[in-house]
């Protein structure tokens, strides 16, 4: 009831904001995607500062307490439904782009919650967060631009996009990611006539990347605890 409490106004927020994202939407694919993933970036704002909170009202000690983790996961509950909610309903009820578009915002929330737990401050937390989410969603344009004289730039080119948030929705969607005006004008998707990887990878990109920082938290709970109950 805490947890609850302490995060309703945003929660409410989210909700609102969820449930009128798909009548904000445009109903043309290519633009609803970019729309999502767009919509996407404002997930962390569910879960950061929260820590800063906590220590504000001297509650500090929760992060040290042997079930903290079960604190930070039942915390999670309510923001993980909005972004479920929000992906089912901007994803048109389609459930492939919903899987995708709803393991991309759980991995934008675990990250989130991650950086929040571990940075000094809530803006560096945020400033580390939009610079990692900032260099991923670009990473088409300025890592294939390194390999532009290599053979290995097609392939490179169509891991990259098949990665990205959007590339994964429209493959699942079985959308052309050739077609698509930023990837043809801002890449070379157009260029290379290539046979794009399954929209699985970015399922089982996001899932072990999830995991991973689940791992981290874990790891660094035991030696938090550790320290203070010894």
């Known amino acids: 009831m805490f947890i609850l409490r302490r995060d309703l106004v945003r929660l409410l927020v989210?909700?609102?904001?969820?449930?009128?994202?798909?009548?904000?939407?445009?109903?043309?694919p290519t633009v609803r995607i970019w729309g999502l993933v767009a919509a996407s970036l404002m997930v962390p704002g569910l879960v950061l500062g929260r820590r800063e909170r906590d220590v504000q009202a001297g509650l500090a000690a929760m992060d040290?307490?042997?079930?903290?983790?079960?604190?930070?996961?039942?915390?999670?509950?309510?923001?993980?439904?909005?972004?479920?909610?929000?992906?089912?309903?901007?994803?048109?009820?389609l459930w492939r782009p919903t899987l995708v578009l709803s393991l991309w915002g759980l991995l934008l929330l675990i990250l989130a919650d991650f950086l929040d737990r571990q940075c000094?401050?809530?803006?560096?937390?945020?400033?580390?967060?939009?610079?990692?989410?900032?260099?991923?969603?670009?990473?088409?344009?300025?890592?294939?631009?390194?390999?532009?004289?290599?053979?290995?730039?097609?392939?490179?080119?169509?891991?990259?996009?098949?990665?990205?948030?959007?590339?994964?929705?429209?493959?699942?969607?079985?959308?052309?990611?050739?077609?698509?005006?930023?990837?043809s004008h801002f890449t070379w998707a157009a260029v290379f006539d290539m046979d794009w990887p399954s929209w699985g990878w970015a399922i089982a990109f996001y899932l072990v990347s999830g995991c991973c920082l689940i791992a981290g938290c874990l790891h660094w709970q035991k030696r938090a605890s550790r320290c203070v109950w010894d």
């Open 14 to 28: 989210g909700a609102a904001f969820t449930l009128l994202l798909p009548l904000l939407l445009p109903r043309d």
């Open 64 to 93: 040290f307490c042997r079930k903290s983790f079960l604190l930070r996961v039942y915390g999670l509950i309510g923001p993980a439904v909005l972004v479920w909610v929000g992906a089912w309903l901007g994803c048109a009820l």
């Open 120 to 183: 000094r401050s809530v803006n560096v937390a945020a400033l580390v967060i939009y610079v990692i989410i900032t260099a991923f969603l670009t990473s088409p344009l300025w890592i294939t631009i390194q390999f532009i004289k290599e053979s290995s730039c097609a392939s490179v080119l169509g891991w990259l996009l098949a990665l990205h948030p959007v590339g994964a929705i429209k493959l699942s969607w079985s959308i052309d990611l050739a077609k698509d005006p930023i990837f």
